[in-house]
């Protein structure tokens, strides 16, 4: 038993023994490898600030500044790492970590797709900029003024005041109409006259009275273009532009050009018909009722 132990010891002592060796060796690529993680550390964050003045003169997106910054912070964090973990003389370790990193990375991408893809949508979006904030917008059926944009989503203030939160895919992937990038705006106004009007008469006074409206731009001509034969009326389409994008604007600009049309209307004796519905009541049609029914029954 006695020598059973003292082999016990004799092998743990040249164990030890080894280590001891080995770390001494070792001992200088270990305070090489720290010397390198603080250089790393300060690289780093130089990197991170020369980063984001750099693209700050770029964007004006703050999270895309941001995010990019910290990518090049922990992009060189890591080099710095795979570097320290070499002079250990830790390949194998290397090997694993890298091997791991993929295993998980392509695991993390298909658990946060629609996230990865709302953020790629957010950078493309603030690289593109087809809008910022404080554009007029639409899309998705929304309509309002850009609050923020944000990687992962964009807010939108609608004309009822309310808060819309869009996913940057939904903005990046569909249709954008944005009002802001003319910021001017065409009125469509539809309006019938009787049928005993003289439309030339019409077309005149009307283009006319739409002329004369301070909110109208003087760059485009007022356009009067007759749409069709309508059951009681001849309708014409009114068309000018307004020197602005929003919406109140336009409402504006187009209940004054009723009002304008309206007068011109009365001052001319020219008549916005009410619609007229005519009953036939005979199978040949053209009769009146007393002549289809008894005169008892007419009665």
């Given amino acids: 038993m006695a020598d059973y132990f003292s082999h016990s010891l004799d092998i743990l002592t040249q164990k030890l023994t080894s280590w001891s060796d080995a770390l001494i060796a070792l001992l200088p690529n270990f305070v090489l490898a720290v010397l390198i993680m603080l250089l790393t ?18 964007f004006q997106a703050v999270s895309l500044r941001t995010v990019l910054a910290g990518a090049v912070y922990y992009g060189v964090i890591i080099m710095g790492f795979l570097v320290a973990l070499e002079f250990l003389q830790l390949q194998k370790a290397v090997t694993s970590l890298l091997a791991g ?21 957010g950078l ?3 690289v593109q900029r087809p809008l910022v904030v404080g554009d007029f917008v639409k899309t998705h ?3 309002g003024h850009v609050e923020t944009i944000g990687l992962r989503s964009v807010t939108i203030r609608d004309l009822d005041g309310q808060h819309v939160v869009i996913p ?14 003319d910021n001017i705006r065409r009125v469509n106004l539809e309006v019938g006259v009787s049928y ?15 002329t004369s409206l301070p909110t109208r731009l003087k760059t485009k001509p007022v356009k009067v273009q007759y749409s069709g034969f309508g059951d009681s009326s ?25 009002v304008a049309i309206k007068k011109t209307f009365d001052a001319h004796d020219i008549t916005i018909p009410f619609p ?24």
């Fill in 196 to 210: 005993a009007s003289d439309l030339e008469q019409v077309a005149g006074l009307v283009q006319e009275a739409l």
């Fill in 168 to 181: 940057s895919k939904d903005i990046f992937q569909s249709p954008l109409l944005n009002f802001s990038t």
């Fill in 41 to 58: 550390y300060g690289t780093a964050r130089i990197a991170r600030k020369i980063t984001e003045k750099t693209l700050s003169a770029v």
């Fill in 234 to 258: 001849i309708d014409f389409v009114a068309r000018f532009w307004v020197a602005s994008c929003e919406e109140v604007d336009v409402l504006d600009a187009k209940s004054a050009a009723m």
């Fill in 101 to 121: 990193a993929g295993v998980i990375g392509l695991a993390l991408s298909f658990a946060f797709q629609d996230l990865a893809t709302n953020v790629v949508s």
């Fill in 141 to 143: 059926d929304y309509r």
């Fill in 276 to 299: 007229i519905r005519t009953l036939d009541f005979g199978i040949r049609g053209g009769e009146r009722l007393d002549e289809v029914l008894p005169r008892s029954e007419a009665a």
């Fill in 124 to 126: 493309l979006i603030t």
